[in-house]
């Protein structure tokens, strides 16, 4: 069943992390992060979860009270279920259900298995250099706000060819000291539901400190809700 969206309440997120991410960076996690971040952009009612919870933070009530499931993972992706990835799937498919991976969840197995394909990516580099994001798609919804796009001063480069469909809409390209491009901001629609990717976030770097990366992710949470 679709569903029921009164659209001048706030959007309601679970906001999501494996917390692999450093304490010293992140004390409340990238979960509470994204939580803080949406909390201060207005109009979202946010919980957080964790794969630590019961049900990996991941169980039919909560993902049926939320709008859209913003999810980070790094290195535990495999805890993940198959009956877990099959309920996110579902809820996304059939509910309209948004989701949102961020940086590293391309390895994830519920953004492999939206996309029909493997994420993955031929190469990375840790080097704490700029990344500048390049807006792409100027009347996005996503990027408003963000001008011609903005420079993250410490980020780790992603290399293309990322594997992946091609994106429905493509709102943000990245570029990297070393000359490297990234699709690193892709939307597609699965079903009822709809997916945004968002590359930045490294998580031994502030990236989701900074005002520019808290924009691009609150608009891609309203994006995701269909608001
Ligand atoms: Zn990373």
């Given at each position: 069943?679709?569903?029921?969206?009164?659209?001048?309440?706030p959007?309601?997120?679970?906001?999501?992390?494996?917390?692999?991410?450093?304490?010293?960076?992140?004390p409340?996690?990238?979960?509470?992060?994204?939580?803080?971040?949406?909390?201060?952009?207005?109009g979202?009612?946010?919980r957080?979860?964790?794969i630590?919870?019961?049900?990996?933070?991941?169980?039919e009530?909560?993902?049926?009270?939320?709008?859209?499931?913003?999810?980070?993972?790094?290195?535990?992706?495999?805890?993940v279920?198959d009956a877990?990835?099959?309920?996110i799937?579902?809820?996304?498919?059939?509910?309209?259900?948004?989701?949102?991976?961020?940086?590293?969840?391309?390895?994830?197995?519920?953004?492999?298995?939206l996309?029909?394909?493997?994420g993955?990516?031929?190469g990375?580099?840790?080097?704490?250099?700029?990344s500048r994001?390049?807006v792409?798609q100027?009347?996005?919804?996503?990027?408003?706000?963000?001008?011609?796009?903005?420079?993250?001063?410490?980020?780790e480069?992603?290399?293309?060819?990322?594997?992946?469909?091609?994106?429905?809409?493509?709102?943000?390209?990245?570029?990297?000291?070393g000359?490297?491009?990234?699709?690193?901001?892709?939307?597609w629609?699965r079903?009822?539901?709809?997916?945004?990717?968002?590359?930045?976030g490294?998580?031994?770097y502030?990236?989701?400190?900074?005002?520019?990366v808290?924009?691009?992710?609150?608009n891609g949470?309203?994006?995701?809700?269909?608001?």
């Amino acid at each position: 069943m679709a569903m029921v969206t009164d659209i001048g309440a706030p959007v309601r997120v679970l906001s999501w992390s494996e917390r692999s991410e450093p304490e010293a960076m992140y004390p409340d996690g990238i979960d509470g992060a994204v939580a803080e971040m949406l909390r201060e952009a207005g109009g979202f009612d946010v919980r957080t979860a964790t794969i630590d919870d019961p049900d990996l933070g991941l169980s039919e009530v909560d993902l049926e009270w939320a709008e859209v499931l913003v999810y980070f993972s790094h290195v535990r992706h495999r805890e993940v279920d198959d009956a877990t990835v099959a309920r996110i799937l579902r809820h996304v498919q059939q509910r309209g259900l948004g989701f949102l991976p961020l940086h590293s969840s391309l390895d994830s197995k519920p953004f492999q298995e939206l996309l029909d394909h493997p994420g993955r990516l031929p190469g990375w580099r840790e080097d704490e250099k700029p990344s500048r994001v390049w807006v792409v798609q100027k009347d996005h919804p996503i990027a408003a706000g963000l001008g011609d796009g903005f420079v993250i001063p410490a980020e780790e480069m992603y290399q293309e060819p990322f594997n992946i469909p091609p994106p429905d809409e493509l709102v943000f390209v990245s570029s990297f000291a070393g000359g490297e491009v990234f699709r690193s901001g892709c939307c597609w629609y699965r079903g009822a539901g709809r997916v945004f990717y968002f590359q930045p976030g490294h998580e031994t770097y502030p990236v989701y400190y900074q005002a520019e990366v808290r924009r691009a992710v609150a608009n891609g949470v309203r994006w995701c809700a269909g608001r």
